[in-house]
């Protein structure tokens, strides 16, 4: 994935997730989803590092993860709007899609829930010795969860070849970290571990995209788990309908001043990579695959429900 | 013929199924050099080496998970929860997620939960518990629970190469047991037929796991006494054979259920209720429960006994419906 593609993709899943709010307020949409916006950065530059063998763990904030790994936009969105097309024919909905064949393993929508699904995946790599990397996402709120430490002891005690990805958006929802977290660094818990941990700006798609290449290497070379903190912000609120009075406007502006896909845009356009023309040729691009996501997502037939008993079981 | 241990079969079966298939390993805590808190994977690890008899960290809730993972990325993890107590700290992955794999993503999901219920050894509230009952409830799950060796080999090589998560209760009351076994290991077993343990016709009585050892032994004595009992050994809970359950409650008309967990909120009530919707108008007496107090499990021996489902309460019922 080169500069561009990933520019692409970044304002791809920004346009795909701000047609995700805009369809829950017009009720053309139900459920819940949480939204990455501010994220786009951590969940692209991980994809343009890894290798098609690669695996990938998301969240309950993953559409943005699956789409940078090359979810097809069209199936995401049908799963949203509950149709037999989606990944998961409507089963699932936003935090439930799962696409082994990309090496996507999905999440369950429970915080922490897949951090040892990652792990999992990476002693399956281990045992049948693939070189696959599995990358388990998971967010700053997680890092609390009981199974985090638990899984970060047996995957540093078994040396599995798993990045932890931390995206830190300085909010579990509403509790800021500052309330959340006894120190803030949550690099600083590999220590405990003995395994590496690192920060890097989670809003450089570079820093990111370098940083998950070298650790990912490492893990690959069959040096254990890594701890990779993404400093990153949640521009969004944490879902539909949050009134967001947990933080002040005054904060949110000061973030949109480091948004990720602006930072990015600005850079290739200083290194003359990219044109003002160009980038709005990119996006209009971008917004036409979101379209025809919502207009295939909205033409496809609802999942028939007399058929489920059958699906209980493999 | 031969004569073995509930145990011995258990550990016979997993070597089999572990030569059989390269995708098979074994992860749980203590399971390989001490070979398990009750001995069950005793030696295995000189076969089979530290990769495929996996010793885990005391984190049930990550080597629940990891096996999950591990299971839809193509493994077929088989993981021992020592005592049933401790599996509380694995029902969010279990709950959340093995029960979901087919359901909601259409992914298999091989996976099979080996744990240790029940009471009777003095263990206490939290190592004496039979937690079935958290899991009946939760679409997505297999649950087996055999009463004899035999049963327990075919059901273990079923649940090992199903492609779904099984729940698979070896209560620690059997595994000292000895029972009379065929030479080579039975065949596998097809979840969903319970084993009419007796034939009878006076009255039935439905049981699982340990509780069918003890009925069984029950339906000996009774006929002793002239009285005809039919037992019914469910073999597997989820799913559950209520076609022969119905046809046994339609024939005798009196069923009692036996469960050693506390009768409220039990799975009995469950086959209770589905008696009453398949069969009622044939009953001649109200289903009964023969089941634990509602009261956690205590140590001392008469006060632990007197929690547990108590044999001459089968007895007694089945004297008064038929004296």
């Given at each position: 994935m080169d500069t561009i593609q990933a520019y692409s993709l970044m304002c791809m899943i920004r346009l795909f997730e701000e047609a995700i709010e805009r369809l829950f307020l017009e009720g053309r949409i139900m459920g819940t989803a949480h939204t990455c916006i501010g994220q786009e950065a951590v969940a692209v530059g991980t994809a343009a590092a890894l290798d098609a063998r690669d695996a990938m763990t998301t969240t309950h904030r993953g559409h943005g993860h699956f789409l940078a790994r090359g979810a097809d936009p069209k199936r995401v969105m049908a799963e949203l709007f509950g149709r037999e097309t989606g990944y998961s024919r409507g089963?699932?909905?936003?935090?439930m899609m799962m696409d082994p064949a990309i090496g996507f393993f999905g999440?369950?929508?429970?915080?922490?829930?897949s951090i040892p699904f990652a792990a999992g995946v990476a002693l399956d790599a281990k045992l049948r010795d693939t070189g696959r990397v599995t990358v388990c996402f998971f967010g700053d709120g997680a890092s609390n969860q009981g199974v985090f430490h638990e899984t970060l002891n047996l995957a540093a005690l078994w040396k599995l070849p798993v990045l932890f990805v931390v995206?830190?958006?300085?909010?579990a929802m509403s509790t800021p970290t500052a309330r959340g977290?006894?120190?803030?660094?949550?690099?600083?818990?590999?220590s405990a571990y003995g395994i590496t941990g690192v920060s890097v700006d989670g809003n450089d798609f570079f820093a990111v995209r370098d940083g998950v290449a070298q650790h990912a290497a490492a893990c690959r070379a069959g040096q254990g788990p890594v701890l990779l903190e993404c400093v990153t912000y949640r521009?969004?609120?944490?879902?539909?309908?949050?009134?967001?009075?947990?933080?002040s406007r005054e904060e949110e502006a000061a973030a949109w001043e480091n948004d990720p896909i602006l930072r990015l845009e600005t850079h290739l356009k200083v290194d003359g990579t990219l044109t003002d023309d160009a980038a709005k040729t990119l996006r209009e691009k971008a917004q036409a695959c979101v379209d025809d996501a919502i207009r295939f997502a909205e033409s496809s037939p609802l999942p028939d429900s007399a058929s489920l008993q059958e699906d209980l079981f493999a | 013929m031969r004569s073995v241990t509930f145990t011995q079969l258990i550990r016979e079966t997993l070597a089999a199924e572990l030569r059989r298939d390269p995708s098979v390993f074994l992860m749980g805590e203590d399971i390989g050099v001490y070979g398990g808190s009750f001995g069950v994977?005793?030696?295995l690890i000189d076969e089979f080496?530290?990769?495929?008899i996996r010793d885990t960290p005391i984190s049930e809730q990550a080597l629940t998970g990891v096996a999950i993972g591990a299971a839809v990325a193509g493994q077929r993890p088989v993981i021992e929860?020592?005592?049933?107590?401790?599996?509380t700290l694995a029902v969010d992955q279990l709950v959340n997620m093995a029960a979901k794999l087919?359901?909601?993503?259409g992914r298999p999901c091989p996976l099979v939960i080996r744990t240790p219920p029940g009471g009777?050894?003095?263990?206490g509230a939290t190592h004496s518990q039979s937690l079935e009952r958290l899991f009946a409830g939760v679409p997505g799950i297999k649950i087996a629970a055999p009463s004899n060796a035999t049963d327990a080999s075919a059901l273990l090589q079923t649940a090992i190469r199903d492609n779904n998560s099984v729940l698979f209760l070896e209560h620690?009351?059997?595994?000292?047991q000895r029972f009379d076994v065929e030479d080579d290991l039975p065949t596998p077993l097809p979840f969903g037929f319970a084993r009419v343990a007796r034939e009878g016709e006076d009255l039935t009585i439905v049981a699982w796991s340990h509780q069918a050892f003890v009925a069984e032994r029950a339906a000996a004595q009774l006929a002793t006494e002239g009285i005809d009992a039919e037992v019914i050994d469910?073999?597997?809970?989820?799913?559950?054979?209520i076609d022969t359950l119905a046809e046994s409650a339609r024939r005798t008309g009196r069923v009692m259920i036996l469960e050693?967990?506390?009768?409220?909120?039990?799975f009995a009530a469950e086959i209770a209720a589905q008696i009453m919707e398949h069969a009622h108008e044939y009953l001649e007496k109200p289903v009964r429960r023969i089941a634990g107090a509602d009261f956690p499990i205590p140590s001392a021996k008469n006060l632990e006994a007197a929690c547990l489902p108590a044999y001459d309460n089968i007895l007694a019922l089945a004297r008064e419906w038929m004296g």
């Open positions: 089963r699932g909905g936003s935090q999440a369950n929508g429970i915080t922490g829930g995206e830190n958006n300085g909010y977290l006894a120190n803030p660094h949550i690099a600083d818990r590999a521009l969004s609120g944490h879902s539909r309908g949050d009134p967001r009075v947990y933080r | 994977t005793r030696g080496g530290p990769e495929r929860i020592m005592f049933m107590d401790f599996i087919h359901p909601i993503y009777g050894r003095g263990y620690k009351l059997l595994y000292p469910l073999r597997t809970l989820c799913p559950l054979d050693e967990g506390p009768k409220t909120g039990g």
